[in-house]
């Protein structure tokens, strides 16, 4: 079976559960569930402004593997289930963006997928409108997936395991199912770390899950607590895989995927997704994909997108709130800004710094509660709070829609976190602008970012320039040896903190 392939239901209208509910549904609008004003406007609300489609459809996209079914250029094309097409429409989205273009049809066919793809690029409709299709052409079993009395727990059978490395992105990509589910039967449901949400979480579990979103730690513990089962589990994804390797998951993703009652590979469909494609990302395809499966390139892996302005400009240490400040003032209160500081204490330091000379601030970092972090967020994506500073952990996977300019007050050790970074602007072909402040301490980057900016058609300070070139010559100042994981991480030696400081 694969993600949509035709298991003796009509695609339109598949099997017993839609013949039933189908009908009974025609009578209120073609759908399922009567319409619920309030529910629609939270889940549909603010999506997708000004949307450069047109500059889209320039991005190059390679698919490669054997058998690559063919690409769309509209939805339409996919006969979807009715009740996902009018989603669709809802949310926004008038034609498949690039990844989705190639992906939909992929996992339509139960193909084994590789997505290379920049955060941004509507990757999470690619993955979420094939995977509910299927779920509701499955019929009615899929439909009331069996929940087992566990010694009196109730123990839920998804149909579908998403895996996400943060919070955050497991909220968003469940916002995102619940949207192309709207007034379907499908149920989605989450699981993140953290001990405040730990009861409430399990609650709305034991409601039924279709769509299961979750961190891998967490999933772990209540896994091991018998609230959920994977045997019925046919649909996986892994979205941003990198990351969640980087953030060291790898062992619990493996017990999740090897060591549970997962179906195997080829009786499962799966789905990764990473911005880059290291080593070790290499392998996790290897291990968890079958060997024809599709591998799909979108842009170069890894650059960035040229709708976004990069400037670099030298800033000494003691200058940067100054220098801030004045970014701040030219950007005027409309446009939403996103700074991005190194540790933990700097995001709360800056935050508190620039509230205190009166700009409408918030923070995001690891030291907050989960709704802080949430309220936080909703203040910076409704305008409310036009300025977010945040470390790059805490912000990994957060889908802002329109974020003006991202400014990077410390820059990262590594230029694949540059990338991801400035990824946030200039999104689903909105244009953007990135500025960085660079100083001595950050030669080791150099180079790197030299490359990038020349390689996007970028204007090159001549500075930079200089600095890349005695980088070259001399070595940096921090020692050489290569870090980081599979000898690819931080290239330049220098120091590597510690997830926990951020």
Not at 46 to 66: C, H, M, R, W
Not at 86 to 94: C, D, L, R, T
Not at 114 to 139: E, R
Request: charged residues 25%; proline residues 5%; aromatic residues 8%.
């Amino acid at each position: 079976g694969g993600f949509g392939q035709d298991r003796g239901y009509g695609v339109r209208n598949s099997g017993r559960f839609s013949e039933r509910s189908y009908r009974g549904g025609q009578r209120n609008g073609g759908y399922g569930q009567p319409r619920d004003e309030r529910l629609e406007a939270e889940l549909f609300a603010g999506q997708l402004s000004g949307i450069n489609f047109d500059k889209y459809e320039e991005i190059p996209v390679e698919a490669t593997g054997e058998d690559v079914p063919a690409p769309i250029s509209l939805f339409s094309e996919l006969k979807l289930h009715p009740w996902i097409e009018e989603n669709i429409q809802k949310s926004g989205y008038n034609r498949p963006t690039p990844v989705q273009k190639y992906s939909i049809p992929a996992l339509n066919a139960g193909r084994d997928l590789m997505s290379c793809a920049q955060t941004g690029s509507g990757k999470t409709a690619a993955f979420l409108v094939p995977l509910i299709n299927a779920i509701l052409q499955d019929g009615p079993d899929a439909q009331h997936p069996p929940t087992m009395s566990h010694g009196g727990r109730k123990k839920q059978y998804p149909s579908a395991l998403v895996l996400s490395p943060t919070r955050e992105l497991s909220l968003q990509i469940y916002n995102e199912s619940r949207k192309f589910s709207y007034r379907t039967p499908i149920k989605s449901a989450l699981l993140y770390g953290g001990r405040e949400n730990y009861k409430e979480q399990i609650n709305k579990l034991r409601l039924g899950c279709h769509i299961l979103i979750a961190t891998p730690g967490r999933l772990i513990d209540v896994m091991e607590q018998e609230y959920i089962g994977l045997k019925g589990c046919r649909y996986l994804v892994l979205d941003e895989a990198d990351r969640m390797l980087d953030m060291g998951f790898e062992p619990q993703i493996r017990q999740i995927v090897d060591l549970s009652t997962m179906p195997r590979k080829g009786e499962r469909v799966t789905a990764m997704f990473s911005a880059t494609f290291p080593k070790d990302i290499q392998v996790l395809a290897q291990d968890f994909l079958m060997p024809n499966y599709v591998f799909l390139a979108v842009g170069r892996v890894g650059s960035t997108s040229e709708n976004i302005m990069q400037k670099v400009v030298w800033v000494e240490d003691h200058e940067k709130r100054s220098y801030l400040m004045d970014l701040l003032d030219a950007g005027g209160q409309n446009s939403l800004t996103l700074v991005f500081v190194e540790t933990k204490r700097g995001a709360s330091d800056l935050s508190y710094y620039l509230q205190s000379a009166g700009y409408e601030v918030v923070a995001i970092h690891g030291d907050l509660k989960q709704f802080e972090r949430e309220k936080h967020l909703d203040s910076f994506r409704s305008g409310a709070t036009p300025v977010m500073v945040a470390t790059a952990v805490a912000a990994r996977g957060l889908d802002i829609p329109n974020v003006k300019h991202v400014i990077n007050y410390d820059l990262p050790a590594e230029v694949d976190e540059y990338v991801h970074r400035i990824g946030r602007t200039g999104r689903v072909g909105n244009i953007g602008l990135a500025t960085s402040f660079f100083n001595e301490k950050n030669r080791n980057i150099a180079r790197d970012l030299m490359d990038l900016i020349v390689e996007a058609n970028q204007e090159l300070p001549d500075w930079l320039e200089r600095v890349a070139g005695d980088v070259a010559r001399f070595g940096t100042r921090s020692g050489g040896g290569r870090g980081g994981r599979g000898g690819g991480g931080n290239k330049f030696g220098g120091t590597i903190l510690h997830p926990s400081s951020f």
